[in-house]
């Protein structure tokens, strides 16, 4: 990583081609919000390989995932990217209590479930080189 400015809760990430951010166990109490570049979610499947199940690029916010033992997950830079990272792990018992924070968390979720669903969806619906064209096109 090339800069990574702290304040508080919130700092700015700069990465390179290939930079990783490592997802946590556990709740997921830090968001990643993309300023600026292309960045993938990446996951390791069992036999290695790695697979990308998402592409973020300006202004898309992600919880920064959930990783398992089994299953790890990261963010890859694929160009130079600035990240906004929120992280609320060190006030997590309060947050829990807290409303408008619970809203906040369930907007980002809902919306990446929303925009994983229509990607299943467009998906089920289209033959492999439909798939390969619409891939390239995100």
């Known amino acids: ?19 990783r ?6 709740m997921c109490l830090r968001f ?3 300023v600026t570049g292309t960045a993938a979610i990446c996951s390791l499947l069992e036999d290695g390989r790695r697979q990308i199940v998402g592409l973020e690029t300006d202004g898309d916010t992600v919880c920064a995932l959930m990783s398992f033992a089994d299953n790890p997950s990261w963010l890859e830079a694929l160009e130079e990217t600035v990240v906004c990272e929120l992280d609320f792990s060190h006030d997590a018992a309060s947050l ?19 925009s994983t669903t229509r990607q299943v969806a ?9 798939r390969v064209v619409l891939s390239n096109r995100v």
């Open 21 to 26: 951010l490592e997802a946590s166990e556990g």
């Open 32 to 34: 990643w919000t993309i």
């Open 96 to 114: 829990m209590e807290n409303a408008r924070f619970i809203s906040a968390m369930f907007e980002v979720v809902h919306t990446r479930l929303e």
């Open 1 to 19: 990583m090339e800069n990574d400015r702290t304040h508080r809760h919130v700092r700015e990430i700069v990465l390179k081609r290939g930079d």
């Open 122 to 130: 467009s998906l089920g619906r289209l033959d492999s080189t439909e």
